[in-house]
C-alpha cells in the first residue's frame, strides 16, 4: 500500500507543478491520449498509476 501511496502523492505534486508553472499544458492534459483512460470504467492499479505518472513525467519533459 505505500508504494500506491507514494505513487499517488507523486502524482498529486507533479500534477500541481504542472497547474502552477505550466497552466498552457495544464489546460490540455485532460486531452492528452496518454493520459486518457482507454475504456469506460478503466479498473486502475499500481501499474496504471505508475504508467500514468511516467506519462506526465514525459509530457513534462518534452514541454520544457
Known amino acids: 500500500m505505500e508504494d500506491l501511496q ?3 502523492k507523486e502524482i498529486s505534486e507533479l500534477t500541481s507543478v504542472i497547474e502552477t508553472k ?3 499544458l495544464y489546460r490540455n492534459l485532460d486531452e492528452n491520449p496518454v493520459t486518457l483512460p482507454e ?3 478503466p479498473h ?3 501499474q496504471v498509476l505508475q ?3 511516467e506519462s506526465l513525467k ?3 519533459k518534452h514541454h520544457t
Open 6 to 8: 507514494y505513487i499517488l
Open 22 to 24: 505550466y497552466p498552457e
Open 39 to 41: 475504456s469506460k470504467y
Open 44 to 46: 486502475i492499479n499500481k
Open 51 to 53: 504508467e500514468y505518472l
Open 58 to 60: 514525459e509530457l513534462l
